[in-house]
C-alpha cells in the first residue's frame, strides 16, 4: 500500500461563517485506488486544505476531484445520486466504519463539521465477497437486486387489487412494516459485517412484508427463496455480531434478523425441505 | 427581438386523439375504441423501457404480466436508485376517504385549476379516475401507508387543494410507491419474463422508416456501446431540472433521453413550465452540489413568516407575533400556508427581494413549527415529520424544534417535457413517453403530491392499454440490430465520445454545468424578463461555444469514467437551455410557473393571456444550428371555466 504522488488541493471554504472568517479544515485523505474489477489497487494521499465544514462529504470529494482534473489525474470514482440519504447510492468506509462515524447517516448526509482539522481519513470502498470492487470506491451491488428478484415482492399483477379499505391493517403493524421497509439497499450491513452476511438486508425485506396481510400466501417461499438466492450470491452467515444495525444509515433493527430466522425456520419445517 | 422561429401555428403534426363526449366516460369509451393485443401474440412484441422510476418499472412490470417482452434499462446499478425514491410528502386520490367532499371530478377540477389552465382536458380527468385504482394497487403489493387505528388510510392535505387526500408513507412515500413497483418488476424479472439491465445510458434513439424501433446505450461500467431493437421504446426518463445546476433533482438526472429522441424527430412541448418549490433548504456555498426539499407538507402545520420591520436581525425566538409578517396568510386567508407551489415560491421571493429575508444571506424565509408543537406536543410532530426534521437538522446543525427552518423556494420538477397525444405517444410513432419525461398533465404548474399520481398511472394503466393502438395498429417489419439506421445512430454516439476524448481542455464540466446553472436561476428562474431572456440566449450559445473548445476529459472510454457521463449530459443541456428560453420568451404571458414580470396583476399574480396563449406550444427541431419551429396544440376547456386562479 504505497502513498501515490501526495497533492495539496484547495478546498473552497464558504464565507457563511461569522463575519466570513469561518476557519476551514486541513484534512488528510488516503484514498483507495483501483482501476478496474480484479485489478491492483492502493490507496493514494491527498491533502486538502480549508475545507468548509457547512460542506457534505461527498461535496469534499467534489473539490478533491475538481482539483485531480484540473492537474490532469484520473478524479476518484465513487456512486451517489440523490445526496439526500434515500436513493442507497453512495457508500464507502471512511476509517474503518461504513458511511463514517456519524449514527445513521449515508455518506451523503454527513457533513464535514463531523470531523476535526489535522485529521487524518482512510476511506476505501466496501468490502465484500458478494459486492467485487469495479473502480475506486465504487462495487457492484446487483446481488441485492437478484435477491429481491428471488421472492421479495407480493404476487399481484396491476389491476387485480380490492379497495385499498378493504384490507384493513391495524397501526402498529403498518409501522412495524414502515420501519422494515426503510431500507435503502445501500450495503453498508454487508461491508461492516465480519462475515459479509447479507441477513440485515433479507431480515428486513421478510420482515416488513411479514407484518401485512398480503403476500401471506407465498411467505414460506419468500423465506425460503430469497435465503437461497443469498447464499448462491456469496454471502457470509450471520454470527449476531450486530456490525450491520450500528452501521445502518436507516437504522434497521436487529430483530428483523430473528425474524428471518423464525420465517426460515418455520417455512422449512412446513416445507419439510430441510 | 429576433424572430428565431417560425411560428407554425396550429399544426396538423399535432394530433392530441383526445376522445369526445362527456369527460366522464372519455377514457373508458376510449379504451373499448383501441385496438387490442391478443395474450398469444404479445410475447411477439419487444418493448423497450428505458428508466425505471414510477412511470418506468410500474410499465415495465405490467406490460411483463400482460405478456409483452420487455427490456427495461437503467442509468443506475440498481432500478431502485431511480429518482422517484426521494419524493417525500405523499400521492393524491380521489378516494373520499375522509368523507370530506372530494370526488373525481374535483380532483380533475383542482389540477386543471392548479396548472393555471394549460393542460388537456381530457388528460386530467383521466388521471383523477385512475387515481383510485393506483392507491388500490400499492396497497395490495404492501406498500406501507400511513394507517389510522382503526386500520383504514390516513390522508393529509397538500397545497392547491381543500379535502385531505394525499396517502402518505412518513415523509417517504416516494420510496415506498418506487419499491413497491421495483418489487413488482423485480418479481418479472425473477421469473424470466422480463430483461433486466442496468448502468445502461441511452445515447440515442433509432428510427427506422419514421417508427422508433431501437435504442443505443452506452453501458456504464465497461464502456460498450450496444444496440437494442424493439417494436416500441418507453421514455420514462424524468425531468431536466438540471438544467439549473442547482435543483433538488438528483445528481444523475438529465435531458439526454429526452433530447436526442427531440432530435430524432420528437417535438419537445412547454419546456419553460418549470417548478419552483418553495420549501427547500438555501444555498450555503459555492461548493454547494445540490438542493434539499423539505416536504410540502411541512406546510400543513408550519408557518411561513418574515419579521415585520425590514433587517430585524433579533433570532427568531426573540421577536414577537406582533413584529412577524405571515405574508400567506395575509395575502391568502382562505388557503393560507398552503397556496400551490408556484405562488408560495413566489411570495418568498418577493419579500426576499423587499429586503425582509432572514439569514446571513437575507435570501431566505422562516418555516415555524413553534405552534404546532405547543399545540399538538413534540411527540405528534416528530412522528409526523421526524425524518426531515432530522435530514434538515443534518444539513444546517440546526434543530427545527427549537428554531424555525430557514427555507427558499428552488427548482424541482419540470411540467414540461416531451409532447404526447392522448396514447402518451410522441410525434415518432412507436415512442410513448411517461412520467415527468412528458409534458401532459399538470400544466403550467404541478399540484402537490401529484407527480408521484402521474407516474403511476402513465405506466400501470394508461401505456399498458395505448401501446396496442401502435404494436396492433401499425405493420411492423421485422427490424434487427444490423438495420443501417443502427450502424448511423451508433457511429454518432461513438463520435461524439471521441470528440470529448480528444478536447483535452482547460476547465471541468461541472465548471460549465454550474455557470450555465447561474445563468438560468437569475434569467429563466422564478421570475424572467424580455430582455433578460434575450440575454440569455445569447450567453448559453457563448457557453457552448466554450464548453465545445475547453473541457478536459480525463481517462478512456472503455470503463467507468464518471466526466464521460456527465460530459453528454451538459452538452446536452447547454442546447436545451437555449430552447427553454426561446420557449419563455416568445409565451408572452405568465401562468402557473412561468411568470413574466411584464405579465402580472396589480397584486403580483400572474397574468394569463387566454386570447392568445391557452395552448401548448411544442418545438421542432430543424437541424443542428438552425431555429426550431413552434407548432400549437389549442387547449380547450369545456369543464373548467378559464378563470384567473383565486386562493384568496
Known amino acids: 500500500m504505497s502513498a501515490a504522488s501526495p497533492t495539496a488541493v484547495q478546498g473552497a471554504a464558504s464565507p457563511t461563517g461569522a463575519a466570513g472568517t469561518k476557519q476551514g479544515l486541513k484534512l488528510v485523505l488516503k484514498v483507495w485506488r483501483q482501476g478496474a474489477r480484479g485489478a491492483p489497487g492502493q490507496f493514494e494521499t491527498h491533502e486538502l486544505q480549508n475545507v468548509s465544514t457547512d460542506m457534505s462529504f461527498l461535496e469534499m470529494l467534489d473539490v478533491l476531484n475538481e482539483g485531480l482534473i484540473r492537474e490532469g489525474k484520473d478524479p476518484v470514482a465513487f456512486e451517489h445520486d440523490c445526496r439526500e440519504g434515500i436513493c442507497g447510492s453512495c457508500g464507502f468506509v471512511i476509517n474503518g466504519q461504513a458511511h463514517g462515524p456519524q449514527k445513521e447517516t449515508t455518506v451523503c448526509q454527513l457533513h464535514m463539521r463531523s470531523f476535526r482539522s489535522g485529521e487524518t481519513l482512510v476511506i476505501e470502498p466496501f468490502r465484500a465477497t458478494a459486492f467485487p470492487i469495479l473502480k475506486d470506491l465504487v462495487v457492484d451491488r446487483s446481488a441485492f437486486d437478484r435477491i429481491v428478484a428471488a421472492g421479495g415482492y407480493v404476487s399481484v399483477n396491476t389491476g387485480s387489487a380490492p379497495d385499498a379499505n378493504a384490507i384493513l391493517i391495524p397501526k402498529d403493524n403498518a409501522e412495524r412494516a414502515f420501519d422494515a421497509a426503510a431500507c435503502i439497499g445501500c450495503g453498508a450491513c454487508v461491508a461492516a459485517c465480519p462475515n459479509g452476511s447479507a441477513m440485515l438486508f433479507v431480515g428486513a425485506k421478510v420482515s416488513h412484508l411479514a407484518a401485512l396481510p398480503q403476500g401471506q400466501s407465498e411467505r414460506d417461499h419468500r423465506a425460503l427463496d430469497m435465503v437461497a438466492a443469498m447464499d448462491k450470491e456469496g454471502f457470509g452467515d450471520c454470527s449476531n455480531h450486530l456490525e450491520c444495525v450500528a452501521s445502518c444509515p436507516k437504522g434497521i433493527a436487529g430483530t428483523n434478523i430473528a425474524q428471518l430466522n423464525r420465517e426460515f425456520a418455520k417455512a422449512s419445517l412446513r416445507s419439510g425441505s430441510r | ?648
Not at chain 2, 60 to 77: F, R
Not at chain 2, 169 to 197: C, E, I, N, W
Not at chain 2, 270 to 296: A, D, R, W
Not at chain 2, 579 to 608: I, K, M, N, W
Request: contains cysteine.
Open chain 2, 1 to 648: 427581438m429576433v424572430p428565431m422561429v417560425q411560428d407554425a401555428g396550429r399544426s396538423t403534426r399535432l394530433d392530441s386523439k383526445e376522445p369526445s363526449g362527456p369527460i366522464a366516460d372519455r377514457w373508458s369509451q376510449h379504451k373499448f375504441n383501441l385496438k387490442l393485443v391478443a395474450p398469444a401474440n404479445r410475447r411477439r412484441f419487444q418493448v423497450i423501457v428505458v428508466g425505471t422510476g414510477l412511470a418506468g418499472a410500474s410499465a415495465a412490470a405490467t406490460l411483463s404480466e400482460l405478456g409483452y417482452k420487455v427490456k427495461a434499462l437503467c442509468i443506475h446499478g440498481s432500478p431502485r436508485r431511480a429518482h422517484s425514491i426521494a419524493a417525500q410528502g405523499g400521492i393524491n386520490a380521489a378516494k373520499n376517504y375522509q368523507n370530506d367532499g372530494d370526488s373525481v371530478h374535483r380532483l380533475f377540477y383542482d389540477t386543471v385549476k392548479g396548472g393555471d389552465f394549460r393542460a388537456r382536458e381530457s388528460n386530467v380527468h383521466r388521471l383523477a379516475e385512475i387515481s383510485t385504482q393506483i392507491i388500490d394497487q400499492c396497497v395490495a403489493q404492501g406498500v406501507p401507508f400511513a394507517r389510522e387505528y382503526g386500520g383504514t388510510l390516513a390522508n393529509r392535505s397538500f397545497g392547491g387543494a381543500q379535502v385531505s387526500r394525499t396517502f402518505y408513507a412518513r415523509g417517504q412515500t416516494g420510496q415506498q410507491l418506487l419499491l413497491g413497483a421495483y418489487s413488482a418488476m423485480m418479481r418479472q424479472v425473477g421469473s424470466g419474463a422480463l430483461d433486466l439491465l442496468p448502468d445502461r445510458e441511452m445515447l440515442d434513439l433509432v428510427v427506422v422508416d419514421g417508427v422508433a424501433r431501437g435504442v443505443i446505450v452506452r453501458h456504464l461500467r465497461t464502456g460498450a456501446i450496444e444496440r437494442h431493437a424493439a417494436d416500441a421504446v418507453l421514455l420514462c426518463t424524468g425531468g431536466y431540472g438540471n438544467v439549473f445546476y442547482l435543483s433538488t433533482n438528483a445528481k444523475n438526472s438529465n435531458v439526454t433521453a429526452s433530447w436526442r429522441a427531440h432530435k430524432r424527430g420528437a417535438f419537445f412541448a412547454n419546456p419553460c413550465f418549470t417548478q419552483i418549490h418553495p420549501t427547500c433548504i438555501p444555498v450555503s456555498g459555492s461548493y454547494q452540489s445540490k438542493l434539499t426539499l423539505m416536504s410540502e407538507s411541512l406546510r400543513n402545520d408550519g408557518r411561513v413568516w418574515v419579521p415585520k420591520a425590514k433587517g430585524d436581525r433579533r433570532r427568531a425566538d426573540q421577536i414577537p407575533d406582533e413584529d412577524r409578517d405571515y405574508y400567506l396568510e395575509r395575502r391568502y386567508p382562505s388557503f393560507g400556508n398552503l397556496v400551490p407551489r408556484d405562488v408560495a415560491s413566489r411570495a418568498a421571493k418577493e419579500r426576499c427581494d423587499a429586503g425582509f429575508g432572514v439569514g446571513e444571506t437575507g435570501m431566505s424565509v422562516f418555516l415555524d413549527f413553534r405552534d404546532a408543537i405547543q399545540r399538538d406536543g413534540e411527540a405528534t410532530i416528530r412522528a409526523k415529520y421526524g425524518n426531515l426534521f432530522q435530514m434538515y437538522e443534518r444539513i444546517t446543525g440546526e434543530d427545527p424544534y427549537k428554531v424555525p427552518m430557514r427555507m427558499y423556494p428552488a427548482v424541482h420538477y419540470t411540467m414540461g417535457g416531451l409532447w404526447v397525444d392522448y396514447n402518451l405517444e410522441s410525434t415518432v410513432p412507436g415512442l410513448f413517453v411517461l412520467g415527468e419525461a412528458n409534458f401532459s398533465d399538470h400544466g403550467a404548474n404541478r399540484l402537490g403530491a401529484s407527480a408521484l399520481m402521474q407516474g403511476l398511472a402513465d405506466g400501470y394503466f394508461v401505456v399498458p392499454a395505448t401501446i396496442a393502438s401502435h404494436l396492433a395498429g401499425r405493420v411492423l417489419p421485422k427490424v434487427t440490430t444490423d438495420h443501417p439506421a443502427f450502424a448511423e445512430a451508433e457511429g454518432a454516439a461513438r463520435a461524439m465520445t471521441q470528440r470529448f476524448l480528444d478536447l483535452r481542455g482547460t476547465r471541468t464540466v461541472d465548471s460549465y454545468h454550474r455557470e450555465l446553472g447561474l445563468l438560468m436561476w437569475d434569467e429563466c428562474g422564478m421570475a424572467r424578463t424580455r430582455e433578460g431572456l434575450a440575454k440569455a440566449k445569447a450567453r448559453i450559445a457563448e457557453l457552448r461555444e466554450a464548453f465545445w473548445q475547453d473541457i478536459r476529459i480525463p481517462g478512456d472510454a472503455e470503463n467507468i469514467n464518471q466526466e464521460l457521463e456527465k460530459a453528454g449530459r451538459v452538452a446536452d443541456f447547454l442546447e436545451f437551455a437555449e430552447l427553454f428560453a426561446e420557449d419563455a420568451s416568445v409565451r408572452e404571458e405568465s401562468c402557473g410557473g412561468h411568470f413574466r414580470e411584464e405579465y402580472q396583476t396589480p397584486e403580483g399574480e400572474a397574468l394569463r393571456d387566454d386570447e392568445n396563449f391557452c395552448h401548448a406550444a411544442a418545438w421542432e427541431f430543424q437541424g443542428q444550428g438552425k431555429p426550431e419551429a413552434r407548432h400549437v396544440e389549442p387547449l380547450t376547456f369545456e369543464y373548467v371555466k378559464l378563470t384567473q386562479r383565486s386562493y384568496k
